[in-house]
């Protein structure tokens, strides 16, 4: 069974911080480059950041710096910590392989705001 289960999201304020989890089923996750996706309203779902099962990362420069994407593959999970959170950063957020196959979980929703 295809599973992209996505938490972690929340309200917060400019300069706060939050922790993505994404539970992948096995069939997704071992052996592929995970990625975080985000989708603002009104835009396109862009890329955020990426790991492979080597633990390389790469981050768009919007959240480089500020971003940490990281796995556990005995847990088939794949994090997302977010700090300095910007209003721009608000959307939500969905966990992948990337490049990205055809199924989507619900994703998370993350507002930043004052």
């Known amino acids: 069974q295809v599973q992209l289960l996505e938490s972690g999201g929340g309200s917060v304020r400019p300069g706060g911080s939050l922790r993505l989890s994404c539970l992948a089923s096995?069939?997704?996750?071992?052996?592929?480059?995970m990625g975080w996706y985000r989708q603002a309203p009104g835009k396109e779902r862009e890329l955020v950041a990426t790991?492979?099962?080597?633990?390389?990362?790469y981050y768009a420069d919007s959240v480089k710096g500020r971003f940490t994407i990281f796995r556990d593959n005995a847990k088939n999970t794949v994090y997302l910590h977010m700090n300095s959170l910007k209003p721009e950063d608000t959307a939500v957020y969905y966990c992948?392989?990337?490049?990205?196959?055809?199924?989507w979980g619900q994703g998370t929703q993350v507002t930043v705001s004052s």
């Open positions: 992948n392989t990337a490049p990205s196959n055809s199924f």
């Open positions: 096995g069939n997704i996750f071992s052996g592929n480059v």
């Open positions: 790991i492979t099962t080597h633990f390389s990362t």
